[in-house]
């Protein structure tokens, strides 16, 4: 699966963004998707993660309460709005898509298809 993400960029501390990934060349459906995010110098971490369904996900601690992570099959689109941004979130986001053995099925890793990356730079 193709993976397109989009709109990062500047925002202030206290504002908000929603990230976007479009897939292309399998069935959307069948994949778990998630968000991840690198720092300089920082590995690369999950941020959030949804199931296939759309009705499970995983968020890692340093953005619980603030983001939410959505889809929408019809549109092969996965989603990630995000609240109250601070400096460290500062980072490239990737979006990936690994194949789901379930429909509800949500992963935090083992993720083999990846977005070019979307750069959110969150001033103080």
């Known amino acids: 699966v193709q993976l397109q993400a989009s709109g990062g960029g500047l925002v202030q501390a206290g504002g908000s963004l929603r990230l976007s990934c479009t897939a292309s060349?399998?069935?959307?459906?069948?994949?778990?998707m998630g968000w991840f995010r690198q720092a300089p110098g920082k590995e690369r971490d999950v941020v959030a993660a949804?199931?296939?369904?759309?009705?499970?996900?995983y968020y890692a601690d340093s953005v619980k309460g603030r983001s939410t992570i959505s889809r929408d099959n019809a549109k092969e689109t996965v989603y990630l709005q995000m609240n109250s941004l601070k400096p460290e979130d500062t980072a490239v986001y990737y979006c990936?898509?690994?194949?789901?053995?379930?429909?509800?099925?949500?992963?935090?890793?083992?993720?083999?298809?990846w977005g070019q990356g979307t750069q959110v730079t969150v001033s103080s």
């Open positions: 949804i199931s296939w369904s759309g009705d499970n996900a």
């Open positions: 990936a898509a690994r194949r789901a053995l379930s429909s509800s099925s949500v992963y935090s890793v083992g993720y083999d298809s």
């Open positions: 060349g399998r069935t959307f459906s069948s994949y778990s």
